[in-house]
C-alpha cells in the first residue's frame, strides 16, 4: 500500500535556508517526512518548487528528525560525494531516494541541493 502524501509548493525566490526551514516546519506540520523536491510551475506559469511528504499514521512514532540541506549547483562529482561519505559518517542517511540531486529553485535561479536526514 503507498503511503498517504501531502504536497507543498514553495515560491523560487527562497534562499537555501528558508527551504530548509520550510521543509523542516512542513513535516511538522504535516506529519509527514520529506519524500522529494522538484522545479515545477503553477498554474500561473511562475516557477516553485514542489516538495512532496510521505504522511506518518497517527498510531505510528514520529520523532523529529532533522534535515541538513545543501547546496550543490557548482559542485564538481568528486565534493558531492565527499559530501555524502562525510554525512553518512555522521549517520545523516539521503532523506530521499534522489535527494543527493533534487533540482529546485534558490534566488529565482535554478539549483541543485542534497538533503540528509538526521539519523
Same mark, same amino acid.
Given at each position: 500500500? %503507498?503511503?498517504?502524501?501531502?504536497?507543498?509548493?514553495? &515560491?523560487?525566490?527562497?534562499? /537555501?535556508? %528558508?527551504?530548509? #526551514?520550510?521543509?523542516?516546519? %512542513?513535516?511538522? =506540520?504535516? #506529519? =509527514? #517526512? @520529506?519524500? =522529494? /523536491?522538484?522545479? =515545477?510551475?503553477?498554474?500561473?506559469?511562475?516557477?516553485?518548487?514542489?516538495?512532496?511528504?510521505?504522511?506518518?499514521?497517527?498510531?505510528? &512514532?514520529?520523532?523529529? +528528525? +532533522? @534535515?541538513?540541506?545543501?547546496?550543490?549547483?557548482?559542485?564538481? *562529482?568528486?565534493?558531492? +560525494?565527499? @559530501?555524502?561519505? $562525510?554525512? @553518512?559518517? /555522521? $549517520?545523516?542517511?539521503?532523506?530521499? &531516494?534522489?535527494?543527493? *540531486? *533534487?533540482?529546485?529553485?534558490?534566488? +529565482? $535561479?535554478?539549483?541543485?541541493? *542534497?538533503?540528509?536526514?538526521?539519523?
Amino acid at each position: 500500500m %503507498d503511503p498517504e502524501t501531502e504536497t507543498n509548493d514553495y &515560491p523560487d525566490n527562497g534562499t /537555501l535556508d %528558508d527551504l530548509s #526551514r520550510t521543509c523542516m516546519g %512542513d513535516e511538522k =506540520g504535516f #506529519r =509527514g #517526512r @520529506l519524500a =522529494g /523536491l522538484e522545479r =515545477g510551475q503553477n498554474e500561473a506559469g511562475e516557477n516553485g518548487i514542489h516538495a512532496t511528504y510521505n504522511i506518518v499514521p497517527d498510531d505510528k &512514532p514520529f520523532p523529529k +528528525k +532533522k @534535515l541538513f540541506f545543501f547546496d550543490i549547483t557548482n559542485a564538481s *562529482a568528486d565534493e558531492v +560525494k565527499d @559530501l555524502t561519505v $562525510k554525512q @553518512l559518517a /555522521l $549517520k545523516h542517511p539521503l532523506a530521499f &531516494p534522489d535527494a543527493d *540531486a *533534487a533540482e529546485v529553485f534558490l534566488q +529565482k $535561479k535554478e539549483a541543485v541541493v *542534497a538533503v540528509f536526514r538526521e539519523g
